[in-house]
């Protein structure tokens, strides 16, 4: 039901716009956060945002580099990527959980609807 887009090749310091579209369905109840997965390693949180959007939260390794953002009406939640570094190489993924909470978390068991995943990959 999650569809990601966006993912691609670019070069240290260069930017990217991932989307998470919620197909046919409303995305507006719904907390939602950002993982990715590199080779060899655990799938990690990276950024996630409430469902009203009033609160985002972001991993302290993009912190400043990244900004999350959504648009209900078009049933889409964005992952804005500055900066981007050869450690950012990884599998993005988005996820959603029915949530009218005032936090979210970072962490995958929190999350019931996954996608599956978009490529990023930061290299010269």
């Known amino acids: 039901q999650l569809v990601e887009s966006g993912g691609g090749l670019v070069q240290p310091g260069g930017s990217l716009r991932l989307s998470c579209a919620r197909e046919?369905?409303?995305?507006?109840?719904?907390?939602v956060g950002w993982f990715r997965q590199a080779p060899g390693k655990e799938r990690e949180g990276v950024s996630c945002?409430?469902?009203?959007?009033?609160?985002?939260l972001y991993a302290e390794s993009v912190k400043g580099r990244l900004a999350i953002s959504r648009d209900d009406a078009r049933k889409t939640v964005y992952l804005q990527m500055n900066v981007l570094k050869p450690e950012d190489t990884a599998l993005y993924f988005c996820?959603?959980?029915?949530?009218?909470?005032?936090?979210?978390?970072?962490?995958?068991?929190?999350?019931?609807?996954w996608g599956r995943g978009t490529q990023v990959t930061v290299s010269a």
């Open positions: 996820a959603a959980v029915y949530s009218r909470s005032s936090v979210c978390l970072l962490s995958d068991l929190a999350y019931t609807y």
């Open positions: 046919g369905l409303p995305l507006d109840s719904y907390a």
């Open positions: 945002v409430t469902s009203s959007g009033e609160a985002a």
